[in-house]
């Protein structure tokens, strides 16, 4: 694992890559022994125990809320639950692989993937990974996020009160589960929902809204509580809408005119304890397990390469990059001095890791 953490925090985004810099003995002062080849790193990786990897992103939580480095938002204790696909090929496959059929110039082609839902913990500027479960073939993405959330919520009972997530999970067994387990929900509410949607906006015609502000945009904001136009979740149910205006700068004119955009979110937290402001400022945060984790992962971490074909090892590798992942913006936002790190990007830092790896190799190449 210690050898894959490297992996991840070099940024060498494959195991041939790996085999570059571990040989000559580089590693040996961190690791206390010569790195094993990467032939045995991906065939350990497809019999680890996802338990203990997970027990080791446990780890990182416990010392992190015991040091009082994870502070509530406006109170509450918040996630973020979203599905990511990792991979796509019509190759090789695994037991683990899903399979959908593209319709090709060429004729239909059957292509495999993987796909997992991530729950992600958000603390100010420190976010965690927490967990992740891979999707079953025939299975819908709601019913892998229940069996994550049975799980995290086992094993991380007060880290979160409130779950956000997109118009999918506008399902009522995904908030009646909530609800079961003491959490609510913040998501998005599309016109599918043909009802509540109705219902909400007709009472929005006839209120008058208030006045906000999230980000630079003005906004307009209605919040209506205790419907009950969705039967099936136990709970009525509270929808705000909120309007809000920038001001956008044209590039050819160079005239300033304004933009102005619409979102509708339900929930379940209730309107005498979570202000209007609140529900906004966390439905736009939905979208920081996309800006902050998936793409990160992609494009920073290199999450999405297949290091071995097998469905035990992609999830443990991914387990592996959250670690890192975690450890790393733990160390970035709780630990670095801040006048040492003013100025100073996290791409900086991610390069400043990477080359003291790269430095060990160096040294052990000029004296074998
Ligand atoms: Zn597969």
Sequence with gaps: MQTALILFWARLGSLNALETVQRDGAWKRWLGREAGSVDTLGRVYATLSREELRAGLHHVYVRLKRNKALPALRGWGIAILDGHESHATYGRHCSGCLRRTVHLESGDRVQFYHRQVTLML??????????LEPQRPGEDEVATALRLLRRVLG??????????????????PFLNFLLAHGKHAVVVLKDERRDLYQDACGLFRLMTPQNGRYRS???????????????????????VRSQETDPVRRAESGETTTQTREWIWVT??????????????????????ENYGFNELVHGWHAD???????????????????????????????????????????????????????????AIRSP
């Design 305 to 363: 390469h297949i290091y071995k074909h097998d469905p035990n090892a992609v999830e443990s590798f991914l387990l592996t990059v959250f670690l890192a992942y975690n450890l790393f913006h733990a160390w970035l936002t709780r630990n670095l001095q801040p006048s040492v790190q003013r100025g100073r990007t996290q791409v900086f830092w991610a390069r400043l890791m990477a080359a003291e790896i790269y430095g060990a190799v160096a040294v």
């Design 155 to 172: 094993a991380y009972p007060r880290a979160f009160q409130v779950v956000l997530a997109d118009g999918l999970y506008a399902q009522a």
């Design 217 to 239: 945009r003005h906004c307009l904001w209605w919040d209506v509580s205790g419907l009950t136009s969705w039967p099936q979740v136990t709970e009525p149910v509270r929808v």
């Design 268 to 289: 379940t937290l209730p309107s005498a304890v979570v202000p209007t402001a609140s529900v906004v400022h966390w439905g736009h945060a939905r979208w920081d397990i």
């Design 122 to 131: 958000v603390s100010g500027s420190l976010r965690l990974l927490l967990d």
